[in-house]
Nanobody, 129 residues
Framework: QVQLVESGGGLVQAGDSLRLSCAAS????????MGWFRQAPGNEREFVAA????????AYTDSVKGRFTISRDNAKNTMYLQMNSLQLEDTAVYYC??????????????????????WGQGTQVTVSS
């Protein structure tokens, strides 16, 4: 069973930056397409960003485009989310998710949570004014 562990969350002021990390167990990380989701109190979980298993393709929800950057280091079994110019509306619990895909699908990514097979526990990001 794959385990994903998020880290890097915290309390910051509007305009600050944070970098979230998602570390995966095992040795098959390079075969996973990965994504970040978030859930604010009272809201449904929403897609934030996704990255293909080879890192060549990425996608973002409109509200974070130009501010957030998703990346991965397959040698370190880790995915990242660099968050700049944080806004109050970015306050949420951030989750990473993954799904194993075959090599011929190395460029795909998913934006629906239901497409992912395993999830982390989440890390809280709180942005204050």
């Amino acid at each position: 069973q794959v385990q994903l562990v998020e880290s890097g969350g915290g309390l910051v002021q509007a305009g600050d930056s944070l970098r979230l990390s998602c570390a995966a167990s095992g040795s098959a990380f390079s075969s996973y397409t990965m994504g970040w989701f978030r859930q604010a109190p009272g809201n449904e979980r929403e897609f934030v960003a996704a990255i293909s298993r080879d890192g060549g393709n990425t996608a973002y929800t409109d509200s974070v485009k130009g501010r957030f950057t998703i990346s991965r280091d397959n040698a370190k079994n880790t995915m990242y989310l660099q968050m700049n110019s944080l806004q109050l509306e970015d306050t949420a619990v951030y989750y990473c998710a993954g799904k194993g895909v075959p090599a011929y699908r190395r460029s795909v990514f998913y934006i629906k949570g239901a497409d992912y097979g395993f999830w982390g526990q989440g890390t809280q990001v709180t942005v204050s004014s």
